[in-house]
């Protein structure tokens, strides 16, 4: 059975730094994507950044390119999303999830961390 657990969420201040961290464990990731998605109170889940496990290519989302990194570590099967220069408006619970690269869908997702960001 396939986990993902966050960690890493927290109270910052606006313009402050965090990195959310992505442990999965169940199954090899080697042709998988993980993603990091966020859903604020009131809104829907949004995409923020993925990752291949093979080769390493990410995608962002735009609110988020230059600002945003995603990463991993093979050893430690883990993936994490440097946040720089935060906003209020990112304010939200943060999940990662995954899904085989052959697919559209993410079917496995972690509980969330939260992350809020005074103003």
């Known amino acids: 059975q396939v986990q993902l657990v966050e960690s890493g969420g927290g109270l910052v201040q606006a313009g402050d730094s965090l990195r959310l961290s992505c442990a999965a464990s169940?199954?090899?990731?080697?042709?998988?994507?993980i993603g990091w998605f966020r859903q604020a109170p009131g809104k829907e889940r949004e995409f923020v950044a993925a990752?291949?496990?093979?080769?390493?290519?990410?995608y962002y989302a735009d609110s988020v390119k230059g600002r945003f990194t995603i990463s991993r570590d093979n050893a430690k099967n883990t993936v994490y999303l440097q946040m720089n220069s935060l906003k209020p408006e990112e304010t939200a619970v943060y999940y990662c999830?995954?899904?085989?690269?052959?697919?559209?869908?993410?079917?496995?997702w972690g509980q969330g961390t939260q992350v809020t960001v005074s103003s």
């Open positions: 169940g199954r090899r990731f080697s042709r998988y994507m």
């Open positions: 999830a995954a899904r085989p690269d052959s697919t559209t869908s993410y079917p496995y």
């Open positions: 990752i291949t496990w093979s080769d390493d290519s990410t």
